[in-house]
């Protein structure tokens, strides 16, 4: 009998062992959405961290999709979303989210953020970087490559106009006056060297809202139905990106965002204002010792934050919203925080990733990379506001204006306030 029973067991075995094998689970296919400033290297590297997640977690596949910019990338979201195929998780501007919501896009997430630990979770993640993050006590998207404005400076320029190349302006004033000393002309007057550097394309509004910050003052309420755009604070701040061009240390009529860092590392300027998600490159391409340094301050010092947030969409299965979940938790865990970092130049969103041993030794070799985290300090929430793009572009627009000498800095803020308010009228409560 026993030996009966042995056969029959073995008997089994076999079979179980020979059958056609099942066809295997396919994995939960997820789509993520997200843009570069520089599409080649850092689409790689992205793809690259996608890669090994995929590696880690086989129940789960997700394709990177790279976008184009913020703005391409917004516009193919909401394509998405109209058309009813939105993507599982994107990567778009944490200045979107008013939009998101209105269009509704977009899940809160304080429910998976509860069973990822809670509290614990939320204060890893530096504070003025949930800002733009949550409407009221809601969080709807996630940090992950996140900036500041600062001052990049050659300090080559510093010592060879005598001065000290480890003390850059503090203040308002100690910009015009060193911008000044950095401004080198031929001898036909045509300046070779321009002494300080700011963006009057691309994004404007955000340069703009930091001097508005050092000067005291707000450019939108919280609940994103109202601006400040004519305000003796903003008033304030436009006077002084004007004097440094009548000073004659800063262009006088356009100068492009998109090309000014590498306008830097040419020398056609001294110091420049620019965000933190340009420093790798200016580490890679600069041939002289250069530093950074908070934006001056006047009344204080102060910085819009900046920089792209993760979000995860309605109109899909809960499976794939528990799983773009992982995908976010992944994404955002200090490891990757660090990785993303030291690749692209934008903060390291969680403060643990600044206690890993090999994001230590970068920031020991590379002390620039300090500054924008140390600024967050001082930061406040980036413009946001219902049909949030159409309000940043009038203000864009109408300064712009301003700086081009097309119209007055009165009427520029006046007109800005006034087109603004017809934007966000239907969102105030009568």
């Known amino acids: 009998m026993i030996i009966r029973r042995s056969m029959v067991v073995l008997a089994l075995a076999v079979f179980l062992l020979l059958a056609p094998a099942g066809p295997a689970r396919a994995a939960l296919g997820l789509k993520f959405y997200f843009p570069v400033s520089v599409s080649g290297p850092l689409a790689k590297v992205m793809d690259g961290m996608v890669a090994d997640f995929n590696r880690l977690q086989p129940g789960i596949h997700v394709e990177p999709v790279f976008a184009g910019g ?3 990338t917004m516009a193919k979201t909401q394509t998405a979303v109209q058309g009813g195929t939105p993507p599982d998780v994107a ?33 890893d993640f530096f504070e003025a970087f949930w800002l733009n993050a949550r409407i009221g006590r809601t969080i709807y998207s996630i940090p992950f490559q996140r900036s500041t404005i600062v001052l ?3 300090k080559d320029a510093f010592a060879k106009a005598g001065l000290d190349p480890n003390a850059p302006p503090r203040t308002w004033a100690e910009l015009r006056e060193v911008a000044q000393k950095l401004t080198v002309r031929d001898a036909s007057g045509a300046v070779t ?20 910050a050092e000067a005291g003052g ?30 004659g240390v800063q262009p006088p009529n356009v100068t492009e965002w998109g090309t000014l860092p590498t306008e830097f590392i040419a020398g056609k300027f001294a110091m420049v204002y620019h965000s933190t998600g340009s420093l790798t490159f ?4 600069a041939s002289f010792p250069f530093g950074t340094a908070f934006m001056p301050a006047e009344a204080r010092y102060g910085t819009p934050t900046g920089g792209g947030n993760l979000y995860i969409f309605k109109r899909i299965h809960a499976a794939r919203q528990r799983a773009a979940w ?55 929430a980036e413009l946001s506001t219902h049909n949030s793009g159409q309000v940043q572009k009038v203000l864009s627009d109408n300064l712009q204006a301003a700086l081009t000498r097309t119209r007055t800095p009165a009427q520029a803020l006046a007109a800005a306030q006034a087109q603004a308010d017809q934007i966000l009228r239907r969102f105030r409560k009568k």
């Open 70 to 72: 913020y703005f391409e």
């Open 91 to 123: 990567v778009l501007l944490s200045t979107d989210l008013f939009t998101l919501l209105d269009m509704g896009a977009i899940i809160p997430l304080d429910g998976f953020i509860e069973e990822s630990g809670g509290d614990r979770f939320r204060q």
């Open 152 to 154: 990049y400076y050659n």
């Open 193 to 212: 060297r321009w002494g300080v550097g700011i963006p009057t394309t691309g994004f404007t509004y955000w340069l703009f809202q930091g001097f508005v």
């Open 218 to 247: 707000t450019l939108a309420n919280l609940e994103g139905t109202e601006v400040y755009y004519n305000t003796p604070q903003t008033r304030r701040a436009l006077g002084f990106w004007l004097a440094l061009q009548d000073a």
């Open 282 to 285: 200016v580490h890679t391409n």
């Open 326 to 380: 992982q995908f976010v938790q992944w994404m955002t865990a200090p490891q990757q925080a660090a990785r993303w970092s030291e690749a692209s130049g934008y903060v390291a969103v969680r403060r643990s990733a600044f206690n890993i041993k090999l994001y230590q030794e970068y920031a020991a070799r590379f002390p620039q990379a300090a500054t924008a985290r140390d600024q967050l300090a001082y930061a406040q």
